[in-house]
T-cell receptor, first 109, second 112 residues
Framework: QKEVEQDPGPLSVPEGAIVSLNCTYS??????FMWYRQYSRKGPELLMY????GNKEDGRFTAQVDKSSKYISLFIRDSQPSDSATYLC?????????FGTGTSLTVIP | DGGITQSPKYLFRKEGQNVTLSCEQN?????MYWYRQDPGQGLRLIYY???????QKGDIAEGYSVSREKKESFPLTVTSAQKNPTAFYLC???????????FGPGTRLTVL
């Protein structure tokens, strides 16, 4: 079983839709949870990070962590064509980081 | 990418040749990492270094080597022993008081 599971998609939505991206994990020691956005042929860009369970909001983005279910989510409100990218979840319990395979998102104008 | 630079952006290598990928950072971060990214496989850890003159193997270290002589620099050498080196290589850093990684822009290596 992989440490982190993420549906690769692809996911296609119309502009203005609410997007939900999710990851599950198996290691209960994970304490830090991150979401990265990666455009084609570019390095991943840190979008949000949270510690332990709870919600965090930043503009149109909301990250949720449910440690009891070992499940994390990223919601994008009022999605824009510029949000079209691959979204990677990541988590850590110390010095090493574990990544999902990424979900490819396309927002159609 | 911010304060992390990787060079070159694209690199072509003939089979049997060693090649070195550069990673430099001005973030004053202690830890540096090298990942390999292949389609559908996510990021796989090659090597990481917590401090100068020390580094540890990751999940796929075979065929790669690194050095950490300066805090700012963590070059990766892809040797001829690496059987399938064509991939997108990413360097990342982590500060001592942070719990997230920051990535460079990546180097695309193609073996001809």
């Amino acid at each position: 079983q992989k440490e982190v599971e993420q549906d690769p998609g692809p996911l296609s939505v119309p502009e203005g839709a609410i997007v939900s991206l999710n990851c599950t994990y198996s290691n209960s020691a994970f304490q830090y949870f991150m979401w990265y956005r990666q455009y084609s042929r570019k390095g991943p860009e840190l979008l949000m990070y949270t510690y332990s369970s709870g919600n965090k909001e930043d503009g149109r983005f909301t990250a949720q962590v449910d440690k009891s279910s070992k499940y994390i989510s990223l919601f994008i409100r009022d999605s824009q064509p510029s949000d079209s990218a691959t979204y990677l979840c990541a988590m850590s319990a110390g010095n090493q980081f574990y990544f999902g395979t990424g979900t490819s998102l396309t927002v159609i104008p | 990418d911010g304060g992390i630079t990787q060079s070159p952006k694209y690199l072509f290598r003939k089979e049997g040749q060693n090649v070195t990928l550069s990673c430099e950072q001005n973030l004053n971060h202690d830890a540096m990492y090298w990942y390999r990214q292949d389609p559908g496989q996510g990021l796989r850890l090659i090597y990481y270094s917590q401090i100068v003159n020390d580094f540890q193997k990751g999940d796929i270290a075979e065929g790669y080597s690194v050095s950490r002589e300066k805090k700012e620099s963590f070059p990766l050498t892809v040797t001829s022993a690496q059987k399938n080196p064509t991939a997108f290589y990413l360097c990342a850093t982590r500060g001592r008081a942070t719990y997230t990684q920051y990535f460079g822009p990546g180097t695309r290596l193609t073996v001809l």
